[in-house]
């Protein structure tokens, strides 16, 4: 009787460590996006008026492509 109590808890033990290997594949896609995330502390370090004069060139020429 106490072979089957110990042979039992192992199973367990090891069904746990094959669910906790599936949810890290999903936290790996992650990572990935925060490679956005490190472009756009590069221009913060500019004026906000520079980013506002690239915002607005941005638009006329979104305009001037529609109008041509």
């Known amino acids: 009787k106490t072979r089957e109590p110990v042979t039992t808890p192992p199973a367990q033990r090891l069904?746990?460590?094959e669910r906790i290997p599936t949810p890290p594949a999903e936290p790996e896609r992650i990572?990935?996006?925060?490679?956005?995330?490190?472009?756009i502390p590069t221009p913060p370090s500019e004026p906000?008026?520079?980013l506002l004069h690239l915002l607005r060139d941005h638009l006329w020429r979104g305009w001037i492509s529609l109008f041509l």
């Open 48 to 50: 906000k008026e520079g």
């Open 31 to 39: 990572p990935t996006p925060p490679v956005e995330p490190e472009r």
């Open 15 to 17: 069904a746990d460590p």
